[in-house]
């Protein structure tokens, strides 16, 4: 069956545009994350979703990124007026069940997205 | 503060020998400790998912065990093979919470 996937794989921007990432999460999935992964460093929590609601978004960095989910299903990040510290890997992950108990998290292949 | 911890310098075995990773963590209490690996450009794929009552977890040529007193994981390959040549991520997971809290991983290197 078909994984977590995002688009786009690598996104090229220039300082103070805005970024629209997509993940497409596997079907039946109530739970979504989304983490940040900069070089060299581990996976950076920055929001979760059961269903469409977003019940900690404590790690988003500032008030430029903002995440939605419809359906229960796609979910886009959105970075405003990007900086250059926003370079980083976003990595979309995916899980069956909710916040208790044991929640294998299934991730997609990441968005590379790159500031000049 | 809290802090998880893994070697940052790469493992470097050869083939068919035994690889030991460490996961470190202080000022958290864990219910959940799981390992991934991840393969360079690609997302991390779960491994092994140990809880705080479990000293040990095996799978195949995996293990990994949880001591919650030394607030240590250590995560075994046996018979490594070049294929297992990949960076391996321990991650916490709370019992009042969702998220999971990665270290920065561990790169392995098994030579042939």
């Known amino acids: 069956g078909a994984g977590v996937s995002q688009s786009p794989s690598n996104k090229v921007t220039e300082k103070g545009k805005d970024v629209e990432l997509r993940c497409d999460p596997i079907?039946?999935?109530?739970?979504l994350y989304w983490y940040r992964q900069s070089l060299g460093q581990g996976l950076e929590f920055l929001i979760y979703?059961?269903?469409?609601?977003?019940?900690?978004k404590s790690g988003l960095p500032s008030d430029r990124f903002s995440a939605e989910r419809t359906g229960e299903s796609v979910s886009t990040l959105t970075i405003q007026r990007t900086q250059q510290e926003d370079s980083a890997v976003y990595l979309c992950a995916s899980s069956l069940e909710g916040p208790s108990g044991y929640n294998e998290q299934f991730f997609g292949p990441g968005t590379r997205l790159t500031v000049l | 503060s809290q802090k998880i911890e893994q070697n940052s310098e790469a493992l470097n075995i050869q083939e068919g020998k035994t690889a030991t990773l460490t996961c470190n963590y202080t000022n958290y209490s864990p219910a959940y400790l799981q390992w991934y690996r991840q393969d360079p450009g690609r997302g991390p794929v779960f491994l092994l998912l140990?809880?705080?009552?479990?000293k040990e977890k095996r799978k195949e040529r995996l293990k990994v065990t949880f001591d919650t007193t030394l607030k240590q994981s250590l995560f075994h390959i046996t018979a490594s093979q070049p294929a297992d040549s990949a960076t391996y991520l321990c991650?916490?997971?709370?019992?009042?919470?969702?998220?999971?809290?990665f270290g920065s991983g561990t790169r392995l290197l098994v030579r042939p």
């Open positions: 979703f059961q269903g469409n609601s977003a019940p900690d």
């Open positions: 079907s039946g999935h109530t739970a």
């Open positions: 991650a916490l997971r709370m019992d009042s919470s969702y998220k999971l809290i």
């Open positions: 140990i809880r705080e009552n479990e």
